[in-house]
Each structure stands twice: as C-alpha cells, then as structure tokens.
C-alpha cells in the first residue's frame, strides 16, 4: 500500500482533500473498502460490512459536495459503529449468539447526528460479547487481533473499534465505554481513544450494559480527529432522559488556542505495583514532556482507588443483569428449540444463547441483588463509589488533569488472562475509576515497547470540560503522533 | 461470602433464568467464589453516613412532552421476534392446567 493512500491520512486531512477536489468520497469509500479486503481476514476487526450501503452514502456525500452543499468537516468520512450502536436496517449482534440475526428497526442517536454530518457510516466492529471484557475474546464471531502483534489481543471490549483504525481500515470509529472499553483497546492498539463525560453523548440506540457507566466515544490516530468526531456527536437529546443539557463548543476549533499550561495530578495510588517497567518508562517520558511545555506536576491521593475493581463489578454486573433481561427468547431473533414452557424460553434461549463472560457477569448481578446480599454487595458498592467520586473532587481543586497509564501492561497475548476473571479485570484497573466518578478520560499513545507493541498514557478531566481535556492531551500528542505510526499488515 | 457458606449456583442460576449445563456450575461456582472473595474488601469498608451514588450526575423529574408520536408498527415491531402470528408474539402456554 503506498503511503501516499488516503487511508493513513487523518479524518482532518481527508476533510481538507475532500474540500479541495483532491478525492471524493466514494474513491476514499473505495481505497477503506479494499483495505478491509486486503487486511481483515488477519485483523478481523469487522464483524459486517455493507460496501453497496457504504458507496451509496458516498456517492450522496459526492453529489451534495458538487452542488456546492458540505454538511460539516466529516461529510464524506467513513465511520466505523461498535456492534452494540444502532443503525437502522443493519445488523446488531453486540458479537453474541443471542442477537444473530437481529436487524436495527431505528438508528442510535449518534448515528443521527453522524448521517446529519454526512459521514458515510459503515462497518460494524467486533467487541467482547456485549461489551464484557478487555481483549475481544469473548465475540460469539472469534476475536479480533492486535494489529502491531497479530499474537496478542487488541484489548477491549471495543477492540474492533480500536483495531480498525490502527489498522487503517477506518480514519474513525465509535466505541463505548462502561470500565475501560474504549481508553484500553486504544492504548493496546496504539490509536486515540475517549470516554467523554457521562451525560455528554446520548446512549439512546446503544444496546445497554451498564447504564448508569456506560459511555459512546471516539476513536482516532490523533486528538485532533478525536475533537471533531466528538463536537459531532454531542449534545442533549430528549431520548435519553440522563443526556445533559450542555452547550457544545467547537471542540476541534478550540485546539487551535491553546490554554496556558496548567497543573497535571499525578496520583500514587496508580503509580504503585503492578505496572510493566515499560508502561512506566514511556508515562515518565510523557510527564517529562509536560513539564517542558510549562506544566507543573504535582503528586496527588486518590485513596479510594483500590475499591474501584470490586465496586465497579458490583455495581456493572447488577445492572447487566438486569438490563439483559430483555434477551428473553420471546422478542429478539433467537429462541431454544427445546422450549416447551415459559420459563424455558427464558432459560434455556439465555443458556444457547450467551457466552461464559456475559453468563459469569449475569449471574454475579442477580447475585449481588439478591434477597439478604442487596444490603452487603449493591447499597455497599454505591456508598463506595461516592467516596471515589469525591477523592477525584478533592483533587480537582488542585489541578486541571490527571495523568495515569491507561493499562497497567502492553497488548498481551490470546488466552493469557481469559481463564482467569480476575486478572482481566485488574487490565482496567487504571481505567474504571473514571466510570465511577462519571469523568471524561481520554488514552493517547505514547510510544511504543522495544518488542514495537503500543503504550498508552490517560488523562482525566473535570467534569464536562471536555475541551480542557482535548487541549491538554493535543498539547502532548501534536509533538509526538505516535498514533499516526501505521503497524505492518 | 466464604468459603463455609459458597455461592448458591442453582439458586442465583434460576433467578437470572440462565440454564446452566453439570460443567458451567463447576467453573462457575469456583470462579464467582474467587470473585466474591475478592469482593471482601468492601466488607471491611467504613461508610456508615455515606450517601450512595446511583449516577455521577443525577438528573431528576425528565419529562418528555405529552404529544403522540408515531411508534412502530406491529409488522415493524415484530421484525425481529422468533416466532409471531397475526401481530403477535407466539409464546409456549403459560396458565397451568
């Protein structure tokens, strides 16, 4: 593949050639297209592509270019959605057995605002099995591979997501993230990722894990592109009662004048054990790097942090359990064949029909809810996340950002951690934190281990200053663009 | 929970209406014991006058306005629906004789 193809240019300078006559949409549509067909039967981060629909839309994009009408700086730009986002008339198996043959009756709100730009929505990518996980393993439809090191996994649960643009299937793709999914896959795979604050993007059309948690959010090869395609799908929407009312500023626009340094948190609880010497060195580099620019770095306390793993799988799980109730064998595409009563239906279609990480977090929900542990697991777990949600309170009094890793080792390599829960979930363990405290958090790469796998650096943000956070993480990420280093394929 | 008193896998397998086959109940009840092992440290926690947080932030009293919209219809509904007749959802019997 020659360098010069439009498929390892940024979202920002597809948009500039889009304007300037250089491409069309559908010759970009096209080159995306042969990249997946050239790539995904090793990345395999798509799980459908519908090429005819992905044309169409470019072609639409092409003739409203040529009658002089642009309907935003991504019109024109393919999108690639999570397998759990809503588009209408495409499928939606969330990678479970469970929803094989389900088709969207109606699109997800961001895949409105996305059609109103005018991106060419296309692709739907693989992830863990309704989004529990952290390596993409647990898809009904196998996993998908980390595209540096097609060895290892490309973390999760939206590793499609992640993988598709590294491997530069996609300038663009939407994740969700409910302890991680998005920030971790993206460190993992060497690209951009965020989490925006909850409320910011509408969850409405998102097929739910864990909804007071969970969170649409961009990625890219730079916190430019991850601005813009951010600005795009923001904002209050009346279809999701916990959307917030919040005005949003041209995020992209904004990069262009940068605050005055300011003060990053370095908290010594994520600084601990458990870290790769790696993971460490490049975040080092990192804090280097910002004190260069002018920033003050200053060690804080988040001391509630080592609850943040037993609280988010009490509070996530509960209500997975609860929101997956609706997989009933009664209105989604599958049902047991050997049903013959109702509780059967529910029973036995749940059995055939989810994998063991979904069947393992269900059961722990209804668990945790139950008569007689309610009080112990679920009331307790929501009293904890309150003392974690007023540590990051206490520290945003004193600094603009934290800094962290965002996971604590490298890609690792397929069936390291699946065996074992618990060690996956410590592969969140820097990240879930966030969740709990409702902040937006974003991964940008940081350079890469001598074996050439990806390392990711965090930053989290105050609440709803989603800007703050964008230019911070540019401040850092316009020097280095280690996102835009293509792996091999 | 601890060791002397173990998960309850049939019990928590019915109430999530999850069949499980001889092996899952293995894996499971080992695996989930680990877990809520692992889940004793909030056991040990002091929060006696702490507040619990369903939401980072909570929003109250959403209401839509109280126009009708158009919703799907029952051809569109039950597009996805394993097995329907006439508008319907077909379910096994569900009143005992």
Redesign the interface.
Known sequence: MSPDSPIFKTATELSADLTAGKISSVELTRAMIERVETVDEKVHAFLHLDQEDALAQAKASDERRSKGECLSPLDGIPVGLKDVISVKDQPLTAASKILE???S?YDATVTVKLKEAGAVVAGRLNLDEFAMGSSTENSAYGPTRNPWDLERVPGGSSGGSSAAVAAREVPLSLGSDTGGSIRQPASLCGVVGMKP???MVSRYGLAAFAS?LDQIGPFSTTVEDAALLLETISGHD?LD??S?PKDIPSYSGELKNPAQPGVIGLPKEFFGPGMDDEVRAKVDQTIEHYRSLGYQTKEVSLPST??S???Y??IATAEA?SNL?RY????????SER??????????S???G?G?EV??R??????GL?SGYYD??Y?????????I?QDFERVFKEVDAVLTPTAPTPAFKFGEKSED??SMYLSDIYTISTN????PGISVPCGFTQSGLPVGMQLIGQ?FEESKLLNIAHAYDRDHLYGRQAPNL | MSEDAPMDIDYVANLARIELSDEEKTTYQRQLGDVLKYFEKLQELEVDGVEPTAHAFPRHNVWDKDESKQGFSATEALKNAPQSRQDQVVVPKVIEE
């Open positions: 043959n389900y088709r009756p604050t909850y409320g007071s009346p009662s916990t917030f080592d609850l793993i037993p609280v799988y009490v359990s109730a009933d064998g009664i209105r989604y595409t599958s049902r049903a013959q009563n109702a509780i059967d239906v529910y029973a036995k749940r059995g055939e989810f063991s069947k393992r269900c059961l722990l929900g209804a668990y139950s112990a697991y009331l307790r777990a929501q009293k904890a996340r309150t003392l949600r829960p618990i709990l405290a409702g902040l609440a």
